[in-house]
């Protein structure tokens, strides 16, 4: 378990996170509202070097990150009815490319994540801390 103490730690955590991330990994962000997935996805998407303004998606469902180490696909099923809709805008051919996949609310659809899945579990504390907890057997 770690401990981000700061909206800027979760931040520093993600970037530190990307150079180990490699082609085909796919990391499934778990927390309630506002415990710091989008931020984190923010460290990541830096830390490939990407220049990207990172923001949740939401009309557009998926947003691709494309001018760093690796392409990034960002997904939050929170906006999404069904794990159909979600197959319906490409889902397994984005699990086909040579990028990493970061899925906000990914257990909303857990049927829909591979098994090398990567499952982290933001849970907020209430001096503003967040605990990161990284679960090998959520499937
Ligand atoms: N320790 C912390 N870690 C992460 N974020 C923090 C922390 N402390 C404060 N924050 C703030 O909490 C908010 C987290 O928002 P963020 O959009 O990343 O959450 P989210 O999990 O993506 O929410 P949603 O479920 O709505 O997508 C940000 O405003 C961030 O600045
Ligand atoms: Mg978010």
């Not at 990172?54 to 392409?71: A, I, K, N, W």
């Not at 990034?72 to 809709?85: G, K, L, N, Q, T």
């Not at 699990?95 to 990914?106: D, H, K, M, Q």
């Amino acid at each position: 378990m770690i401990t981000l103490q700061t909206a800027e730690d979760a931040h520093a955590w993600g970037t530190q996170l990307a150079p180990t991330l490699a082609a085909g990994d796919v990391i499934a962000l778990c927390g309630t509202l506002g415990a710091g997935k989008t931020q984190i996805t923010r460290g990541i998407v830096a830390g490939m070097n990407s220049q990207a303004a990172v923001t949740s998606p939401t009309f557009t469902l998926v947003h691709e990150y494309l001018d760093g180490r690796l392409p990034v696909f960002h997904f939050d099923f929170y906006r999404m009815d069904s794990a159909a809709e979600v197959l319906g805008i490409g889902w397994d051919e984005f699990l086909t490319e040579p990028g990493i996949i970061i899925v906000e609310w990914a257990d909303m659809f857990p049927d829909l994540l591979p098994p090398h899945t990567r499952w982290f579990q933001i849970t907020p504390l209430p001096d503003a801390s967040r605990t990161v907890i990284e679960q090998t057997n959520l499937l």
